[in-house]
């Protein structure tokens, strides 16, 4: 069984920075693909960036240029580096784990709220 362990959220005035990680348990760190989503009040949630295995990265519109997503296979972590951050940033943010083989399981985290104030 795969867990996910989020931290690093919190209440930062726009413009700030916040930097969140994940870490994973088990072995399959190393063959699947990671990713950041959230979920703000009322909304739908939604991708925030990937990575794959092999560190083909993908960003949403809304946060390319501020955010950058790293992961260290050695760790089994994987970061998401938050800057320029705007209030409608704030949200539940979930780290997603994909195991890439023919029906690869997912697994969410238990999330971490981020806040960000005008």
């Known amino acids: 069984q795969v867990q996910l362990v989020e931290s690093g959220g919190g209440l930062v005035q726009a413009g700030g920075s916040l930097r969140l990680s994940c870490a994973a348990s088990g072995s399959i760190f190393s063959i699947s693909a990671m990713g950041w989503y959230r979920q703000a009040p009322g909304k739908q949630r939604e991708l925030v960036a990937t990575?794959?295995?092999?560190?083909?990265?993908n960003y949403s519109d809304s946060v390319k240029g501020r955010f950058t997503i790293s992961r260290d296979n050695a760790k089994n972590t994987v970061v998401l580096q938050m800057n320029s951050l705007k209030p409608e940033d704030t949200a539940v943010y979930y780290c997603?784990?994909?195991?890439?083989?023919?029906?690869?399981?997912?697994?969410w985290g238990q999330g971490t709220q981020v806040s960000v104030s005008s």
């Open positions: 990575i794959t295995s092999g560190g083909r990265i």
């Open positions: 997603h784990l994909h195991l890439e083989i023919v029906g690869g399981t997912n697994y």
